[in-house]
C-alpha cells in the first residue's frame, strides 16, 4: 500500500478543479500495446510509428488501414482498468474535473468518464479524407480479418472518398478546439495529475509545465522515470491501475 503525502490528499478535497492528464501507460495496463512495445503476430516486422503517417497511408493504404483496424479490435477486446475507474469515481467527488487523454481508445468513456479530451484522437471514429465527414463502423469485417495484414479502406457513403483513421499522425496537428481547451484546463488546475505518459510525445507533454507554471499542484504517477520528475510537486512509481485507486480511497475514505 503506497502512502500518499497528506498535503496531496488535503488538496485533492478542496481542489475546485482537478485536472487529470493520461498517455499510454493508462491503457497498456489493459492490453493495449504502446508504440514503443515489440508489435505481435503479423506486424512484428513493421515499425508502429512508421505506420502513423499521412505519407504512409498515401503509400499503402490497405495496410495501413489492416494495422489501425487490429488496433481497434484489440481496443474492443479490452476492458478499462483500475485506472480508468478511478478517475471516473474521482469526478464525483470534486466540483469539477477534466479528463485529458493522449490515448485514442474509448476505455476511459467505457469506465464511466464523459467529456473525454482527446488530443490525438478516436480509433472508433474514422472520417473521410474528402469531405471529412465522420464514418460510422457497420462491423461487417470478419473478426480475425486483421490477421490478413491489409484491408482496403472503406469509401464515404456521401462523396466516395477515403475513409481514413480517425487518429492524429506525427506531422498532423491536433485538433484546435481539443487543444485549447486542455491549455485552459491547465492552466485552471488546482490539482494536475499526469498519469502513465512519457512526456515526451510534443505539443502534449507540455501541458504539465504549463500547470506548473499556473502554480497547481503537479502530480506524475507512472512506473518508469521521466523527464518530469524534477518538475513535479509529488512522483509516485508504479502501475496507475493500482496507484489511482489508493490514492482515491486515501483521499476519500469510504468510511
Not at 490515448?103 to 468513456?109: G, T, Y
Not at 504539465?208 to 510537486?233: C, F, H, K, W, Y
Request: with cysteine.
Amino acid at each position: 500500500m503506497t502512502e500518499f503525502d497528506e498535503q496531496l490528499l488535503e488538496g485533492m478535497r478542496k481542489g475546485r478543479h482537478i485536472v487529470v492528464f493520461t498517455g499510454a501507460g493508462a491503457s497498456a495496463e489493459s492490453g493495449i500495446p504502446t508504440f514503443r512495445d515489440r508489435q505481435s503476430g503479423l506486424w512484428q516486422k513493421f515499425d508502429a510509428a512508421e505506420l502513423a503517417t499521412p505519407g504512409a497511408f498515401r503509400a499503402d493504404p490497405s495496410l495501413v488501414w489492416g494495422w489501425y483496424e487490429s488496433r481497434r479490435r484489440a481496443v474492443r477486446c479490452a476492458q478499462p482498468n483500475g485506472a480508468h475507474e478511478a478517475i471516473a469515481q474521482m469526478a464525483r467527488h470534486v466540483p469539477r474535473l477534466t479528463l485529458i487523454t493522449q490515448n485514442v481508445d474509448d476505455l476511459h468513456e467505457r469506465a464511466g468518464s464523459r467529456d473525454v479530451l482527446h488530443l490525438h484522437g478516436e480509433l472508433a471514429h474514422p472520417y473521410c479524407e474528402g469531405c471529412r465527414r465522420r464514418h460510422d463502423f457497420q462491423e461487417q469485417t470478419p473478426p480475425d480479418a486483421c490477421q490478413t495484414g491489409r484491408i482496403e479502406p472503406p469509401r464515404c457513403a456521401t462523396c466516395g472518398g477515403r475513409i481514413r483513421p480517425g487518429v492524429v499522425w506525427f506531422g498532423e496537428s491536433l485538433p484546435g478546439a481539443v487543444w485549447q481547451a486542455s491549455c485552459e484546463a491547465a492552466r485552471q488546475a488546482h490539482v494536475f495529475l499526469c498519469i502513465g505518459t512519457s512526456s515526451v510525445v510534443q505539443p502534449a507533454a507540455s501541458l504539465t509545465g504549463l500547470a506548473i507554471e499556473a502554480g497547481a499542484m503537479t502530480v506524475q504517477i507512472n512506473p518508469n522515470p521521466t523527464s518530469m520528475d524534477g518538475d513535479v510537486r509529488f512522483t509516485y512509481r508504479g502501475p496507475a491501475g493500482m496507484l489511482l485507486p489508493q490514492l482515491i480511497e486515501q483521499a476519500w475514505p469510504s468510511n
